[in-house]
């Protein structure tokens, strides 16, 4: 997933118009490919960690690339600055997880207020480097935008009394 392959009609409706790289689904095909060399395809800067690891992809890859999208959206700039412009050094960053929370990202201080606390925990949560620690689907993640969205407590941050209570305020 990345911005060219998405699409947001005028009914707000999103679609995909690209689905990647497909996988081999006929045993015949996966014996050719297992023969041939392995070439990676994808665009570093919404490349899920797995993937740039070259494990398995799963829907919590996808996540991450969502996670990333939505970092873009709220602060209009990548959630990794390395220092070197180099896919190396991209894909390092992505790798050591070192992100900065969108509300530490964005100049305009109100915006700050408004992403810090939930939006940052949500961004955060489909941005782990561990696929296990991500949500679990695109769903998942949908569902704790929307609670937030309505005022709700959401998934992505430790439940307190605290916490409840400043939400139910």
Do not use: C
């Amino acid at each position: 997933l990345k911005p060219s392959n998405v699409l947001v009609s005028a009914d707000g409706q999103v679609h995909l118009l690209d689905f990647g790289i497909a996988k081999l689904l006929d045993d015949a095909q996966q014996e050719l490919a297992a023969t041939q060399e392995q070439v990676r395809v994808l665009t570093p800067h919404y490349a899920s960690p797995e993937q740039l690891k070259g494990e398995t992809l799963t829907v919590q890859s996808d996540v991450y690339s969502l996670g990333v999208l939505a970092y873009e959206l709220l602060t209009g700039h990548l959630p990794y600055d390395a220092r070197r412009k180099t896919p190396a050094a991209i894909e390092e960053a992505i790798l050591q997880g070192d992100l900065m929370a969108p509300s530490q990202r964005v100049e305009d201080r109100s915006l700050a207020r408004e992403l810090k606390g939930d939006i940052d925990a949500i961004v955060g949560k489909a941005m782990k480097v561990e696929p296990g620690q991500r949500y679990a689907s695109a769903e998942a993640l949908a569902d704790d935008l929307e609670r937030h969205l309505h005022g709700q407590p959401v998934q992505a941050r430790p439940d307190s009394r605290w916490y409840r209570a400043g939400k139910a305020l």
